[in-house]
């Protein structure tokens, strides 16, 4: 699937989307019923194109189901002699938890170690995108991220920290406002105390 296209010689920016026509249509189809369970009359103008905007906007947020996280390190992997810690730290994050469909929002700080090969820096964003694109959980897309990333570049070790604020506590529940979740995987040199302190401060400073 294509979302965004830009013309460098066009004065303005225009957008081309392509969905798939049957899944867009059944998802419309699915969401009208729902605001009509909902008490909602699906027809009046409000409304009219809501279920075809809500089935456009899933795809649009699950897409990371069609994206091959492994493959998008390997699409930009360098042969080069570098051991000390590479980090891309507050990656924003916008997922969809499993348990209600509702997002959580935060931030990731991915680290590691080169073993002989480093990837490119955005390929380190994207891979956080692809997983984060799904329906999650927190603790699964903090270890998806790590193992995806143990297991295609072999580095030394991996370090991933997410912390985010999830819409289903917020909104719904037990609607705390302020609150906010951190989750940490680690593997490789970054099991060590010393490492994975240094790691930590390091995305705690305040310079970018």
């Known amino acids: 699937m294509k979302y965004t296209e830009l013309d460098d010689c066009e004065e303005f920016y225009h957008k081309v989307e392509y ?31 809501t279920p075809y905007r809500v089935a456009k906007a899933m795809q649009f947020m699950t897409r990371g189901y069609h994206e091959n996280p492994e493959e998008i390190l390997r699409s930009a992997l360098f042969k080069e002699d ?5 980090i891309v730290k507050n990656i924003e994050i916008y997922s969809m938890c499993e348990h209600h469909m509702l997002p959580f929002i935060g931030q990731a700080h991915v680290a590691y170690i080169p073993n002989g090969y480093i990837t490119g820096l955005s390929k380190i964003a994207r891979v ?6 799904r329906l999650q959980v927190q603790e699964r897309l903090t270890n998806d991220i790590k193992n995806c990333i143990q297991n ?19 909104m719904r529940g037990v609607q705390k406002q302020n609150s906010v979740t951190t989750t940490s995987d680690f593997s490789g040199a970054f099991e060590k105390l010393a490492t994975r302190e240094e790691f930590i401060r390091l995305i705690s400073n305040k310079f970018h």
């Not at 798939?20 to 194109?49: A, C, F, M, W």
């Not at 570098?82 to 590479?86: E, G, T």
């Open 19 to 49: 969905y798939n026509k049957t899944k867009t249509e059944q998802l419309s189809y699915h969401y009208k019923e729902i605001l009509k369970l909902l008490g909602e009359d699906p027809d009046r103008e409000g409304l009219v194109k």
């Open 82 to 86: 570098y051991r000390q810690m590479v």
């Open 152 to 170: 295609t570049l072999n580095p030394l070790g991996v370090a991933v920290v997410i912390e985010a604020q999830h819409m289903c506590m917020m």
């Open 128 to 133: 956080v995108e692809a997983f984060s694109r």
